[in-house]
């Protein structure tokens, strides 16, 4: 499915008064699933190739993760985590690939039982899988080297909707990255602590989406917490 993503960055870091002045301004949008933790474990080759994608601002991009959510103890997030444990306590995990053409995205998952994750670093680190997922959310990637997992991220996310529509609008907070480490990863706040609106939507919503966001008092960024992840990882 295609879709459109926007992003705003807030001036607060209280995702609450955030959340709640989006209802007061945006007629219809009500609460769409409970507030959930985000961990999001992201791949690579070995030359960087998805990094570099996104670095240089590609045409045609794309990232690949696994992706689990938490609902409990969603104010711990900013204990250790210790990625394959917590893995392997997850009912369901989704295995996703994400694909940008101009700005559109793009996404194909495909959701594994816990009982596989053991085999992590055989089933998740194999091009084959990869470039199926590529196919399905359709790019042309090739994974000539095997991939493995580089950076971590995680963030509480509130979910709303506008009411009768598909339009999706998240609040994400207390966003964390990390190295990738498969005992123990310890993350670490991004500076500022930015709380980021995104909207989603089909591209026949586009219009919709404009007439209701136009009074929105943040701005729009172009913000991906991967990119966040990759740059803070790599300073050091």
């Known amino acids: 499915?295609?879709?459109?993503?926007?992003?705003?960055?807030?001036?607060?870091?209280?995702?609450?008064?955030?959340?709640?002045?989006?209802k007061a301004m945006l007629p219809g949008l009500v609460e769409d699933y409970p507030d959930r933790v985000v961990h999001s474990l992201y791949f690579d080759d070995s030359a960087s190739r998805h990094y570099q994608e996104h670095s240089d601002g590609a045409g045609e991009r794309s990232k690949f993760r696994i992706r689990w959510y938490r609902t409990e103890n969603v104010n711990s997030i900013a204990a250790p985590i210790a990625p394959l444990f917590d893995l392997s306590r997850?009912?369901?995990?989704?295995?996703?690939?994400?694909?940008?053409?101009?700005?559109?995205?793009?996404?194909?998952?495909?959701?594994s039982e816990s009982g596989l994750i053991g085999d992590l670093s055989r089933r998740f680190a194999s091009p084959l899988c990869y470039e199926s997922l590529a196919r399905k959310a359709g790019a042309s990637t090739t994974f000539?080297?095997?991939?493995?997992?580089?950076?971590?991220?995680?963030?509480?996310?509130?979910?709303?909707?506008?009411a009768g529509t598909q339009i999706r609008v998240t609040v994400?907070?207390?966003?964390?990255?990390?190295?990738?480490?498969?005992e123990c990863v310890e993350t670490i706040p991004l500076p500022g602590d930015p709380v980021i609106i995104e909207t989603k939507c089909a591209p026949s919503d586009l219009t919709d989406v404009a007439r209701r966001l136009r009074s929105l008092p943040w701005p729009e960024v172009a913000f991906s917490k991967y990119m966040k992840a990759s740059r803070s990882v790599q300073a050091g």
């Open 144 to 162: 000539p080297d095997l991939i493995a997992p580089v950076v971590f991220v995680s963030y509480v996310r509130r979910y709303l909707r506008f």
């Open 1 to 22: 499915m295609l879709r459109f993503e926007r992003k705003f960055r807030t001036s607060t870091s209280d995702s609450a008064s955030v959340a709640l002045r989006l």
């Open 172 to 182: 994400d907070s207390s966003i964390r990255v990390g190295g990738f480490n498969p």
């Open 90 to 111: 997850c009912s369901l995990v989704n295995f996703e690939a994400k694909l940008r053409i101009g700005s559109l995205i793009s996404k194909s998952s495909q959701v």
